[in-house]
């Protein structure tokens, strides 16, 4: 789905986080890490909001063919030595004629970051685990004890794929947020507004759309068995990492992400939606 927060093409427009800090804007924390996500669509000159996770690898992969840098499936891999390549300059932020960002649920996407980046084995664990002072085994770390981590060692910030979405907005208001639960509704909007969107899954194999999920009960699953299950076609579903006490958890470590989703998309779209009321 899409929720429009703002007026497509309104100028200037109010950039989130330069306000908060009485410094040199290039010296603003905040705001320096949303703009380094801010990407430029050079045919239309829309500013995307890159968050790790929310089929960034799709959009990335569309603004490298959009933008003259790669011809096709073939030079794919291009885009993740270039994450910073179309980063809109100050100029480009606050004169973009359309913005727009892809938000996901926050329980969805930690559970995705843990069966990729962790499950996997990739730099992203080897960085958390040298955090703890290597006190993360690499053959049993758990859902559980990946979530327990990052509340104990403060690692929230500490990796992109993780880091709260609120962190990625450039912007007070988007032309449009999109859910990635909603997706295939992103993609014809952004078709309307000149923005071809072409899937780069098929290519990077980073999701886990081309597994089959198993119900059942994972947070307590090492990661040498959900290697396995990974080698046998199969994942866990998002919500079966989950139980009530790691959802508790998650809810207070990512509130502002939790918040966030369902004021600007739908909240029922989310694993586990905040009680009404």
């Known amino acids: 789905m899409s929720a429009p927060t703002g007026d497509p093409g309104a100028s200037p427009r109010l950039l989130r986080h330069a306000r908060g800090q009485l410094v040199t804007l290039s010296k603003n924390g905040p ?18 909001s890159f ?7 799709t959009l990335r992969y569309s603004l490298a063919l959009a933008n003259g840098c790669i011809a ?6 291009w885009i993740h030595p270039n994450n910073g390549t179309f980063r809109a300059s100050l100029r480009e932020l606050v004169t973009a004629p359309y913005t727009f960002v892809v938000l996901r649920c926050p329980y969805a996407r930690l559970a995705s970051v843990f069966l990729d980046k962790i499950v996997g084995r990739y730099p992203d664990f080897w960085g958390l ?8 085994d690499p053959e049993k770390t758990t859902f559980r004890q990946f979530v327990t981590t990052l509340a104990k060692y ?11 979405q609120s962190d990625f907005l450039v912007y007070e208001r988007y032309d449009d947020v999109f859910a990635l639960e909603q997706f295939a509704a992103a993609i014809e909007t952004l078709a309307a507004r000149g923005i071809a969107v072409a899937d780069a899954r098929p290519l990077t194999k980073h999701g886990t759309s081309h ?15 959900l290697a396995s299950l990974k080698r046998q076609g199969k994942v866990p579903a998002h919500r079966a ?3 009530e006490a ?14 966030l989703y369902a004021r600007w998309c739908r909240a029922e779209d989310m694993l586990f939606p905040p009680a009404a009321g």
């Open 129 to 136: 685990h040298r955090i703890t002072g290597d006190r993360l």
């Open 31 to 48: 705001h320096v890490t949303a703009a380094t996500q801010a990407l430029v669509h050079y045919p239309t000159g829309a500013v995307y």
């Open 154 to 164: 403060k690692a929230l910030t500490k990796n992109i794929h993780w880091q709260p």
């Open 246 to 259: 790691l959802v508790a958890r998650v809810a207070r470590l990512y509130a502002e992400d939790i918040d």
């Open 241 to 243: 990492l989950y139980d």
């Open 72 to 77: 096709g499936p073939e030079d794919w891999a």
């Open 211 to 225: 597994l089959t999920p198993e119900d059942g009960a994972f947070a307590d699953a090492p990661i040498h068995r």
């Open 51 to 57: 968050i790790p996770k929310n089929a960034c690898s």
